[in-house]
């Protein structure tokens, strides 16, 4: 019955594109970042001074064309945890004003007195976790307070006693030994034992004395059983021991904690990368539906409900539930997609509309770093349980049907195939040709192609599809959007510009 190609699709992407207008704004000034960091240097109050650097964080622009940047600030070197910063700029990128809690320009010496081993065994002693152990260690300055000080940020992972994972940050003075401060970086109170990601902490919320998948730390996204149900939202999954599912199929929650997870990884990607506050930049989350149909090979995103579906795959053909990491993060990409560039889901459009949803879904997988699904460049690999991925991105016509290189006819293809180009073209960007630990990435022209990373690739992407990409914008004007994406974040004659063109000339599209 289902011998049709599995694909991840997108539903109603192009019927609601009028209602992308929301997040649309007029062509705003160049590089506010760079605007925004001589802002602060040339005026009074922002805390300023010599020895410091800046890392954007994100930037939202309102309709009028005012920006607000948000950025980290660096002490010679070393991250200043409390300096970050939001510097407000006009239409015209003329200044505002800035936003933050720092009260006085760090000035201390960054030697330590203290070892690191002496800091680890004092966070050691900060937690209660089982199984504790030292995680990483770094140099900050904790300028929380008044008077900025230097110090270890101790990161120790462990598992509490109620199975929920643990991942303890500790401040420790690094020159009197004390602990200045500690927090638990795993949010959420509740664990769940999912299928393709191991055990996770999931976002709940105590309510009537069950424990709820609503996440309240991210918009309230909620996740619910369809229970074999097509349409509505079912029954949201609760809990009275705030621990969801048990690993194995035969818990119905396991893959509801799979979705959750993967919506909460998906969130914290674009508001941690580029200060985006969920699908649509307002705060609000949409939800996820589980165990919908029998048997259905497929997820998808849907902009009427504002939510994600996933099948339970088929387990006779061996299909797995279609809730891992990189699926989540593909669908909930479609909705991004949908509320910036409004990308038109047929055509040349359509593949990039794909592709946009493959090379985030990617860039989600690797920001989780979860080692039961670790990241790669690889689309639905956790689908099968031959291991079999539905799409490559070094070669995309591994998979029989995508498409390596743009050529006229790519625009006839089916959109989970014409994506291939544009897959092709970020793996180049990210990776480079040729062999590697990936992959092994050819070029249509001949050409060598040395990569940049995927995070400068990411964010190139990302710039180019919210402030340059449109409905109907096709390959040339991707080429086009991404080359003017990396001139305002690395400068026209930088190497990750002229990186752009050479990927773009390797996958044929000039
Ligand atoms: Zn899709």
């Not at 289902?2 to 694909?7: A, C, D, E």
């Not at 643990?166 to 602990?179: C, I, P, Y």
């Not at 309240?216 to 999954?237: E, P, Q, S, V, W």
């Not at 089916?414 to 990776?431: E, Q, R, W």
């Amino acid at each position: 019955m289902r011998r049709t190609p599995v694909i991840l699709s997108g539903l109603a992407v192009a019927a609601l594109v009028a209602a992308a207008g929301a997040t649309a704004s007029a062509a705003p000034p160049a590089d506010p970042f760079a605007r925004a960091v001589g802002h602060l240097k040339t005026h009074s109050g922002t805390q300023y001074a010599d020895g410091q650097t800046f890392t954007l964080r994100g930037v939202v622009t309102d309709a009028d064309g005012a920006q607000h940047v948000r950025m980290h600030r660096y002490y010679q070197g070393l991250p200043v945890l409390g300096g970050d910063l939001v510097v407000h700029l006009d239409r015209g990128g003329a200044y505002r004003g800035a936003s933050q809690t720092l009260a006085a320009a760090p000035r201390l010496d960054r030697a330590p007195r203290l070892s690191a081993q002496t800091a680890g065994n004092a966070a050691l002693a900060a937690s209660t976790a089982d199984s504790r152990a030292v995680a990483g260690t770094q140099l900050v300055v904790d300028a929380d307070g008044a008077v900025a000080a230097l110090a270890y940020e101790v990161v120790v992972a462990g598992v509490y006693a109620d199975s929920t994972p643990s991942e303890l940050h500790v401040l420790v003075d690094a020159t009197s030994g004390r602990v200045r401060d500690s927090w638990e970086a795993v949010q959420g109170d509740g664990v769940g034992h999912t299928f393709h990601s191991g055990d996770v902490a999931v976002g709940t919320t105590l309510s009537g004395g069950t424990y709820q998948l609503n996440d309240a730390a991210r918009g309230g996204h909620k996740t619910y059983d369809l229970n074999g149900g097509t349409n509505g939202t079912g029954t949201l999954f609760t809990s009275a021991t705030n621990a969801f599912g048990d690993g194995t199929l035969a818990n119905r929650a396991t893959t509801g904690a799979d979705a959750h997870y993967g919506a909460a990884m998906t969130w914290d990607f674009y508001l941690n990368t580029f200060g985006r506050n969920g699908i649509r930049n307002d705060g609000v989350a949409a939800f996820s539906r589980v165990h919908y149909s029998a048997n259905y090979v497929n997820a998808f995103w849907d902009d009427s409900c504002f939510c994600m579906t996933y099948g339970d795959g088929n387990a006779a053909q061996g299909w797995t539930p279609l809730t891992s990491l990189d699926v989540a993060g593909h669908e909930m990409s479609h909705g991004v997609t949908s509320n910036t560039a409004g990308l038109r889901y047929s055509g040349e459009s359509g593949g990039l509309n794909e592709a946009t949803s493959d090379i985030f879904g990617t860039m989600v997988e690797f920001y989780a770093a979860n080692a039961n699904d670790p990241g790669d460049y690889l689309i639905g690999e956790e689908l099968r349980t031959n291991g079999t991925p539905l799409r490559y991105m070094d070669k995309p016509s591994k998979d029989g049907a995508s498409a390596d290189c743009w050529s006229s006819s790519v625009k006839r293809l089916d959109v989970h195939y014409s994506s291939g180009v544009a897959n092709h073209f970020f793996y180049l960007l990210s990776v480079g040709s040729g062999a590697s630990s990936w992959g092994n990435s050819p070029t249509c022209n001949g050409s060598t192609v040395t990569g940049i990373g995927r995070d400068k690739a990411a964010a190139i992407w990302y710039r180019a599809l919210t402030v340059y990409m449109t409905s109907r914008t096709a390959y040339s004007g991707a080429r086009t959007a991404t080359l003017s994406a990396a001139a305002d974040l690395y400068g026209a004659g930088s190497p990750e510009y002229s990186t752009v063109a050479a990927a773009w000339s390797a996958v044929s599209v000039s």
